[in-house]
């Protein structure tokens, strides 16, 4: 996705690709949680929008560092995160999800009803723009290339977290609990720790789309685009470092391109997510694999 930006002079599709990665690490984030720990969030977004809000507030209002806004915003994600995961984590399958989508439309109601500090329905605006070692990242492509390194540095830590031992024990938390307790790993530690790290990373993630988009407002965070998060992982494989990123990919690109079936996008998130659990098991991810793996053998 980066190299194809690289080549994509017009602006609007530019941004398409700047929306993009930023979904791609928000749904690979939750790939971490779903696809190898089994921890079924449905309130992501606010971990996003916790962030997003966390450095507009502080720059737009009261003229913060942005850099500074970025680590508050990670240590307020943190901290809610360990003071929600502890509890909901004990939780298992819908019961978790349900604990998770609370927490979520809460956040959300709080960006709405907190006007006097979020702007609420109408959003906060005013957000400055940030810089990079002394470059102002005031154009489409002057912010495509930062985030293209930023996404680099995702993926680079991604495949470290994939061939790590932490990788590995999720993994086998996500099989079997009980059997992995009784090999002496510490599940509530480990599933907690993964919890707030990747809250962590989502909170970040929030913060620059802040700065790029100048603006933010509550529906940005809602628990649509939690489900949509959920769709990019599940559609692009779970499990996979790529999942998430090719999932966000295509069903980023779809509602942009076809502006007409834009009334009909959580109909068709509902299909597409319907018909990956049927039919195709591990995503597009795992599909081109199969695909891929006929291909040599027929060579």
Known sequence: MFWVGMYVKNEY????????????INASCLNVLLGYAGIISLGQAAFFGIGAYSSGILTATYG?????????????????A??????ALKLHGHYLAMATLGFGMIVYICFNEMDFLTGGPSGLTGIPDMSFFGFLLDDE?????FMGAVYMLFLFLMEMFDKSFLSYKLRFIHES???????????????LTTFVVV???????????????NFVSPVSFSFHYSVEMLVMAVFGGLGSITGGTIGA???????EIFAEIED??????????????LFLDGGIAKLCRRLAGKYVKSE
């Open 13 to 24: 599709y530019l941004s398409l690709v700047i929306y993009i990665l930023f979904n791609a």
């Open 64 to 80: 913060i560092n942005p850099y500074l806004t970025i680590i508050i915003g990670v240590i307020l994600s943190a901290v809610i």
């Open 82 to 87: 360990l003071i929600i995961g502890y509890p």
């Open 141 to 145: 492509y002057k912010f495509f290339v």
């Open 177 to 191: 609990e009980n059997a992995s307790s009784s090999y002496g790993i510490d599940v509530a530690k480990t599933k």
């Open 199 to 213: 809250a962590c990373i989502t909170s970040i993630n929030g913060s620059l789309f802040a700065f790029y988009s």
């Open 249 to 255: 990919a295509i069903l980023t690109s779809i509602p």
């Open 264 to 277: 009909f996008e959580v109909v068709i998130y509902g299909v597409i997510l319907a018909v990956t659990i």
